[in-house]
């Protein structure tokens, strides 16, 4: 079995302001980190563009009018003042959730023993009506939806270790009793939630703030201490991860203090519960980071994790 990586150049034509951390060179650096020799097995797949529908599992058909509408023809306009659009950023967006889509339909296939994501705009700012965070549209939050409908699962767990709260992801899943969400992030810090009362509207939220300037040794102990054994208790039958990697120490947006180790210790103890409860299966999505060396660094170490696991 081997992990795929999903991507599109699409996604290279979402385009931000001048100085915008959430740029086309992120990607850009991720490929060349991935094109190392120790990548080379890696199942490259495109992704591809959603349907509507699959946006909708979601989403009101009002927010996907609203963003169509949005598109400029030319030039780059703000719909918020972190969150911008550009004319190819509604396909790359689509990409973004097809990738996802796609990604769960070959783990739950059996095609791939897990996949990674790797696409942009991120989703897991994005509420049910409310582009915000860079985010348009719910990535990883769709996905679970589909394996839910699509795939018919009941346990799907999602796991979010951005140094952001994915407050979008929390607020979509909020009433599906199928679900469990987890987030660990730095408090305080944008987007002012994910506090530990936020559980959810049947016991399946879970938030586990972080201080600033804490390093790797509080997020291992909290994982090891609150997380993993929630997760298994909950037995998921897939595993679904908001990889952001601006928790690392050399990001510009945040104040924690992980390493590429952390973040290798983290997927190694997340794909043990997937081994242990879903025969592997993990679907891994991109969001944030942005100190684009560290970035590159940390989603090849991710990455290196998956292979090694998927067997």
Same mark, same amino acid.
Not at 20 to 44: K, M, N
Not at 149 to 154: A, M, P, V
Not at 241 to 249: L, T
């Given at each position: ?98 990738? =996802? ?17 790797? =696409? ?14 860079? =985010? #348009? ?34 607020? #979509? ?9 987890? $987030? ?31 390093? $790797? ?48 210790? #983290? ?45």
């Amino acid at each position: 079995m081997s992990t795929a990586f999903l991507t599109h150049p699409d996604c290279t034509n979402h385009i931000t302001p001048n100085g915008h951390p959430e740029q086309v060179a992120r990607l850009e650096h991720i490929y060349r980190a991935l094109s190392a020799p120790g990548f080379t097995t890696l199942d490259r797949r495109e992704a591809p563009e959603c349907e509507d529908a699959d946006i909708l599992l979601c989403h009101p058909q009002s927010h996907l009018n609203a963003i169509t509408a949005a598109v400029p023809s030319q030039g780059v306009v703000a719909l918020d003042g972190d969150t911008h659009m550009s004319p190819g950023s509604l396909q790359a967006a689509r990409r973004a959730v097809g990738g =996802c889509i796609a990604a769960v339909d070959a783990v739950m296939a059996g095609e791939v023993g897990n996949a990674f994501v790797a =696409c942009r705009p991120p989703g897991h700012h994005a509420e049910q009506s409310t582009p915000m965070g860079f =985010c #348009l549209f719910g990535n990883a939050a769709i996905a679970a939806r589909h394996a839910m409908e699509r795939h018919g699962l009941s346990r799907v767990a999602v796991v979010d270790f951005d140094v952001h709260h994915g407050n979008g992801t929390q607020a #979509l899943l909020w009433d599906e009793p199928r679900s469990l969400f987890i $987030g660990s992030h730095q408090n305080p810090l944008w987007p002012g939630t994910g506090m530990p009362e936020e559980t959810g509207a049947h016991n399946n939220v879970q938030n586990w703030p972080l201080p600033p300037h804490s390093d $790797g040794r509080l997020m291992r102990a909290t994982y090891e201490a609150e997380v993993l054994p929630a997760l298994e208790r909950f037995e998921p039958e897939l595993l679904i991860v908001s990889a952001g990697f601006d928790a690392h120490a050399d990001d510009p947006l945040a104040q924690l203090e992980w390493t590429e180790s952390d973040f290798v210790w #983290l997927t190694e103890r997340l794909c043990d519960v997937a081994q242990r409860h879903c025969a592997g299966r993990v679907v891994s999505t991109l969001e944030g980071g942005y100190d684009l060396n560290a970035l590159a660094a940390s989603v090849a170490a991710h990455v290196k994790v998956l292979m090694e696991r998927a067997g």
